[in-house]
Every structure is written in structure tokens, then in C-alpha cells.
């Protein structure tokens, strides 16, 4: 055992700054000085600016690294998943990190708290003999979480039948982006007949969907991508992205369009959104009121 909880979080408390890597689809690995906090179950917690690249790059891969107390004798090392919260986990999240660094701005509304599961640890001290090197799996971790995509490893997404029942149950998870009855019901009739692409756990349950249209043949358009939302953050958007994106080049495909709500909207998590296409790659086109005044329509497309 590499620490018990309670040592790692006191240690946390004393050394709340460090070192947090993300990982950017085109770029690679990005790092972050950031201050952290953890909680009474040992999930890590840090805070950033909703429109950071980190929430952009957790939004698409939620894997973690993290340094702690990089400037004494002892350091630990964390690996683990993160999770961006929903709108009702927000604030509980920003009080939760407030209540152990007092002070911070966790609840201003251009701020999000990040909370990651770690699923290894290495802690590295420098003593007189030489150093110490205690590592492994930490004792309060949840099972079933590491390193890979998601809690099974890499998602595989393939083509799938109309799954518009499955449709329904995910749009309930995320009532944020999905909250509009009649849309709603939209996206539920279109899953009965469009182009369908899935991710599906090892019990063969849907967590991810998403809806193609293909107007003509040098285009394909995202119609919706809906993942459940116990597993955002963990790589099923991403994976269906590049399975649609490697069938739409072997088509002869040109284009990639897809539409979500615009810039001048001030919807946080339509933000996350956007900056996750655009770390994939897409370029925003136009914004229309194609949804009307109150709901501008952003035209985003990759060349491909």
C-alpha cells in the first residue's frame, strides 16, 4: 500500500499545489499549475475556468496525471480518471472544495470543479539511505476505474440498428444539453431511422449514440452524440468521432458539419461543446438564428 487516505490527504492539505496533464487530441499532453483538494472518499478535486483547455481536453479524454509537493523531500505521483460535473453536481463540488481551501472563487460561474478518481499512486521520498519509492493501487480506490478509456479499456464504437429506446434513456442522464421535451422527441423519432453508430459496455448496454446524415456524398453531418452520463470524459465521444470520421473518408467523404448551439449564447456547457470540436478539429463556419433569435445555430465542419 502506497498511503492510506488519511496520510494523502493530509499531505494534500500541507502541498495543495501542483501539476495536472491533460491530453489534447492534436496536440498532446498539456500541463497545468493548479491547486487541489480531496475529499472524505479520496477523489482528488481542482478548479479551472469552464472554457480552459482542460475542460476541453477532460470533455474528450479523461485521463489524468498529476505531481503533488514538488518542492520538499516527498512527492506523490496520481494517475486516475476525471469527471466534469453536471449542473447539479457544480456547486456541491465548489463548496466541497471551498470548504478545504478556503478563499478560492470554485463558485464563480466562469469556474468549474474537476474531480478525479485515482486508480495509482507513487509516492517518492529522499532520505539519507536513498530515496523510497512506495507505489500501487490506493486502497480507497474504486474498483473497475484505471489508466485505459473507460472502465472496460478502449471503446470500440461500430454500426449499429435504430436503438431510439436507448436514445431516450441517455438524453435523460443529461438533462443540461438535452432538456427540451419536444427536441427531445425529435432526436428520439430520428434515431428510429437514421445512420446509427453506438459505444456499448461489456454487458453490451448503449452508453454512447450517435445520429448520421449524409445530404450528399462528399458530406456527412453529426446529427446528435448523446453518451450516458456516468461515463463523460472517459473517451466515448471521441470514439465515435474517429469511427464515423475513418467510414466517412473510406465513402469518399470530404466534409464533416455538425451544429450546436453558438457563441453568443452564454450556456456553459454548450462551451464545452464547442471547444470539444474544435480540439477535434473542426472549424467554426457561421452562426445563424436557424433556431430562432434566442437559440443561435453554430455551423462548425472538418475538412477531412
Keep these: 500500500m502506497p498511503i492510506s487516505l488519511e496520510q494523502f490527504a493530509a499531505f494534500v492539505a500541507d502541498h495543495p499545489l501542483g501539476v495536472v496533464s491533460t491530453h489534447d487530441p492534436a496536440r498532446g499532453p498539456e500541463a497545468a499549475l493548479v491547486s487541489f483538494a480531496v475529499t472524505d472518499d479520496g477523489a482528488v478535486l481542482f478548479d479551472t475556468f469552464v472554457d480552459s483547455r482542460k475542460v476541453a481536453n477532460l470533455a474528450a479524454d479523461g485521463r489524468v496525471a498529476i505531481v503533488l509537493g514538488c518542492s520538499g523531500p516527498v512527492s506523490i505521483q496520481v494517475e486516475g480518471t476525471a469527471s466534469l460535473p453536471s449542473v447539479e ?47 500501487g493501487t490506493p486502497p ?68 454512447g449514440v450517435t445520429l448520421v446524415d449524409r445530404h450528399f456524398p462528399h458530406v456527412a453531418e453529426i446529427h446528435l452524440t448523446v453518451v450516458e452520463r456516468a461515463y463523460h470524459g472517459q473517451g466515448v465521444g471521441t470514439a465515435m468521432l474517429s469511427a464515423i470520421e475513418a467510414d466517412s473518408r473510406e465513402r469518399g467523404v470530404k466534409l464533416l ?26 472549424l467554426p463556419l457561421e452562426e445563424t438564428d436557424l433556431w430562432g433569435e434566442l437559440n443561435p445555430c453554430l455551423f462548425l465542419v472538418k475538412p477531412l
Design 89 to 135: 453536481e457544480r456547486a456541491t463540488w465548489a463548496a466541497e472544495y471551498e470548504r478545504r481551501l478556503p478563499g478560492s472563487r470554485a463558485r464563480r460561474p466562469e469556474l468549474t470543479v474537476v474531480r478525479v478518481e485515482p486508480h495509482w499512486l507513487r509516492v517518492y521520498e529522499v532520505a539519507a539511505s536513498g530515496p523510497v519509492v512506495r507505489e
Design 140 to 207: 480507497w480506490s474504486r474498483p473497475g476505474v484505471d489508466s485505459a478509456s473507460g472502465p472496460q479499456g478502449p471503446w470500440r464504437c461500430c454500426r449499429d440498428e435504430p436503438v431510439p429506446d436507448d436514445v431516450a434513456r441517455l438524453l435523460a442522464t443529461v438533462p443540461e444539453w438535452f432538456g427540451l421535451p419536444e427536441a427531445n422527441a425529435e432526436y428520439i423519432d430520428a434515431a428510429r431511422a437514421k445512420e446509427t453508430w453506438t459505444v456499448r459496455d461489456v454487458t453490451g448496454a448503449v452508453i
Design 257 to 282: 458539419e455538425v451544429k450546436t448551439l453558438g457563441e453568443s449564447h452564454p450556456d456553459a456547457g454548450y462551451a464545452r461543446t464547442r471547444h470539444f470540436y474544435e480540439k477535434v478539429g473542426f
